[in-house]
């Protein structure tokens, strides 16, 4: 074998090697685009875990559960975010009787599929699709 030969082989197998290891990435790490709805998901979890933490506080401050998400947003609660981070409705709300509610989001992807850090959702696990979490308030310490 020729010393151009092997130097061509050489380039070959090097070329192969490269692009194996950017596919064998994409598929580790997922794609640009998959990695943004797996993060607006999350974000999503994250926003309804909030929520249900402002319920925990109007509860503890009125002893009683908000009657709509608007007079939950009247209160001063810190940072919540009332609404979905990329489609813009409001995340719902809802409660269900004296000591229970439910709140509601639209989800992409099942939080148990995702590769994503080990992110399977704990408390917040969804499907794809809209799903409520039914919840009982917490009185937190003063």
Do not use: I, K
């Amino acid at each position: 074998m020729s010393t151009a030969a092997r130097d061509r082989l050489a380039a070959t197998l090097a070329t192969l090697s490269v692009l194996a290891a950017v596919a064998a990435g994409v598929y580790l790490l997922n794609s640009p685009f998959e990695e943004r709805v797996l993060r607006l998901d999350e974000r999503r979890a994250s926003d309804l875990a909030a929520l249900a933490g402002a319920v925990d506080l109007y509860w503890t401050r009125h002893a009683r559960l908000p009657a709509s998400l608007d007079e939950l947003r009247s209160e001063p609660l810190g940072v919540v975010n009332w609404f979905d981070p990329a489609s813009g409705p409001a995340y719902e709300y809802r409660p269900l009787a004296e000591r229970s509610y439910e709140v509601c989001a639209t989800f992409e992807r099942d939080s148990a599929s995702s590769r994503r850090r080990g992110f399977s959702g704990g408390a917040w696990a969804h499907r794809p699709g809209r799903q409520c979490f039914r919840r009982e308030p917490r009185t937190l310490e003063r």
